[in-house]
């Protein structure tokens, strides 16, 4: 039987429901059956992952241990997190369960560091969360890849896109916002930009003068080709 | 703490997205918390539910029963079905669980027969499955409702188009067909038509003259509904 992917979300919703989007159409079918059965636990009620790391708010560690338990008691073989600041809690996710749990920045930093021609700085566009504790910095300081973000008064228009976007604001104004600092980190020296928090390529497309790297759409590639090219050797 | 919906999904899965989208959309928040916290078995691995009724094809009762459970097992207070046909199968997974199934046929069935001024005829767009069993039939026929279907050429096409959508066909030329479909209804006395299979609303747009039901809509507001208005008193 084929093998079924877990997936941590809810962080926000829409991000959840982006993921399932781009995993159904990275999968190649002939019909229904093809598709990649999916367990979803979208849950919004997980303590806000950037005021448990900057302000010390509640842990989250606690809902994300008892989520990831209950989608491999439900069938899960693989899980992902639908979330980049929630990997901070990825070692002690993957701690608590026998499955293997992607790492959505490792396998971005990973396919950065393959692009050709060379990658040498890229912009980030992700939560305080994720930028204060170097999330990605790590991954592409080991690639030897310098990482810039956006100044202190544009992270505060980050984060309030990030909040926007998690109550349902994706239309034209934040997306022309979030494109003003994406371009902002191009001027800057950035040669690419990760949309490195999953609410973010909810309100920023790439240009061809803008090229934007999404780890949303990495880790759905990795999910079909976990499930299909490695387990089933299609 | 506030209720969990479950949801049966997969069949197929851009109609469970579309579902999870409309239950976001329809949620009143100002922070991701306020969300509904979903939990969802997206399976397409679901015998067809149309072969099995028209052709005697192999039975998704017990894939249908285990998700239900599953997804109870893991927390689900309410449980809703993201397809109209597999409703042939909601006593089956009713009589499975101790929590409420929501019956999307139904509630449509009850929100159709309330618009004012009252509607006579509605057109019925479904699978051959839906409409050979007279899923929306009888919840019409109760409410003394006349329901037109599409002939038999044209159900050959509906059939197409919803089999399109399950691999991803929603670009302009199947909506163009389903729209014509939609308009045959109506030339032929449909005061509305109902987009009676969940993958339809993923290709027919409402339009002025052309007012059209949306089952999947129904259904999430009743989630919402369910899960704030009446457990939660909001």
Redesign the interface.
């Known amino acids: 039987m ?1 093998k079924i992917v877990g997936i941590l979300g ?5 991000a ?2 982006d993921l ?2 781009k995993i ?2 990275a999968t190649p ?17 997980v303590p ?1 992952r950037t005021t448990a790391i900057l302000d010390g708010g509640p842990d989250p560690t606690p809902a994300l241990v008892e989520m990831a338990r ?2 491999v ?3 899960a073989d693989l899980l992902a997190i639908a979330c980049n600041t929630a990997h901070h809690y990825h070692p002690a996710i993957q701690a608590a369960v026998p499955v293997p749990v992607l790492d959505m920045i490792a396998l971005t930093a990973q396919r950065v560091a393959e692009l050709n021609p060379p990658v040498h700085t890229v912009g980030l566009l992700a939560t305080q969360g994720t930028v204060r504790l170097g999330l990605y910095h790590r991954h592409f300081a080991a690639r030897g890849i310098t990482v810039i973000t956006p100044d202190e008064v544009e992270m505060e228009t980050v984060m309030s896109l990030i ?1 926007g976007v ?3 604001q994706v239309g034209p104004a934040p997306r022309a916002s979030m494109t003003a600092l994406a371009r902002s980190l191009r001027g800057r020296g950035a040669e690419v930009v990760i949309a490195g928090c999953t609410e973010i390529p909810l309100v920023l497309s790439t240009e061809p003068d803008l090229p934007v790297f999404d780890p949303t759409q990495v880790l759905a590639e990795s999910i079909v080709h976990m499930v299909r090219a490695v387990w089933q050797g299609r």
Request: hydrophobic letters at 35%; glycine letters at 16%; proline letters at 5%.
């Open positions: 084929e809810g962080m926000g919703p829409l959840t429901v399932m989007g159904i159409a079918v002939q019909s229904e059956r093809d598709h990649v059965r999916m367990l979803v636990d979208c849950n919004p009620k806000d209950g989608l008691s439900q069938g909040t998690k109550i349902g």
